[in-house]
């Protein structure tokens, strides 16, 4: 299984900044997405994250708001810009690994809370 | 659209007896099943999955599941509960390869197992 570090783990931010999520990968992958679970909800996609090329974001999730880096096969940013409380949110980074293409493994997680 | 219900919000069961975790799905062709556990603080792990095969699938920590086409189910079980299986356990559903690897997740059921 593919291993996945995320950074920063959590943090608390104002109203009105942006926050850079990094997520890294011990191997290279085909696929990676980005994943928001809001307080006591599912998760829920908010784009792919292509490799050198624009990420495609699903319904309702926007690249102003979320934009999405992906500049090799093992390593990828989300930030989430002009925060609000609402995007207070577990923001999680998965890959599909590439000896197992059916698995998909999920990062550990960074909890976000805007005040 | 593919979809994923987990028709409940808790399952509380005593320690050493049977636990089902149920889970029902909606998708166009064959699906693809997965069950994940999230414990507190931490990201999912990955639990099991069905893809084709037997329609009982094995997966870690002594969990079982149930592929039944007909009820279009994939029930999660375990035949003795442990404190420790204490969590919260998402269903997703993908469709066939071709239709872009994206995971549908459940709301999730949350596990609760008393002594």
């Known amino acids: 299984s593919a291993v996945i570090s995320q950074k920063p783990s959590r943090d608390i931010c104002q109203r009105g900044t942006s926050l850079t999520i990094q997520c890294q990968v011990d191997?290279?992958?085909?696929?990676m997405f980005w994943y928001r679970q809001q307080p006591g909800q599912s998760l829920t996609l908010i784009a792919t994250?292509?490799?050198?090329?624009?990420?495609?974001?699903e319904s309702g999730f926007v690249i102003d708001k979320f934009p999405i880096s992906r500049p090799n096969l093992t390593f990828s940013t989300l930030t989430v810009s002009n925060m609000s409380p609402e995007d207070s949110s577990i923001y999680l980074c998965?890959?599909?690994?590439?000896?197992?293409?059916?698995?998909?493994?999920f990062g550990p997680g960074t909890r976000l809370t805007v005040l | 659209a593919q979809s994923v219900a987990q028709p409940e919000d808790q399952v509380n069961v005593a320690e050493g007896n049977p636990l089902t975790v149920k889970c029902t799905y909606s998708?166009?062709?064959?699906?693809?099943l997965f069950w994940y556990v999230q414990y507190p603080n931490r990201g999912l792990q990955f639990l099991l999955k069905?893809?084709?095969?037997?329609?009982l699938v094995k997966g870690s920590y002594g969990f079982e599941a149930e592929f039944n086409k007909s009820q279009t189910s994939f029930h999660l079980k375990k035949p003795s509960a442990l404190v420790s299986d204490s969590a919260l356990y998402f269903c997703?559903?993908?469709?066939?390869?071709?239709?872009?690897?994206?995971?549908?997740f459940g709301t999730g059921t949350r596990l609760q197992v008393t002594l």
């Open positions: 998965s890959v599909v690994g590439t000896r197992a293409a059916n698995e998909q493994f």
């Open positions: 191997s290279q992958v085909t696929m």
């Open positions: 994250a292509n490799q050198g090329s624009e990420a495609t974001y």
């Open positions: 998708v166009s062709g064959n699906p693809y």
């Open positions: 069905y893809i084709t095969g037997d329609n």
């Open positions: 997703a559903v993908r469709g066939p390869t071709g239709t872009a690897s994206k995971l549908t």
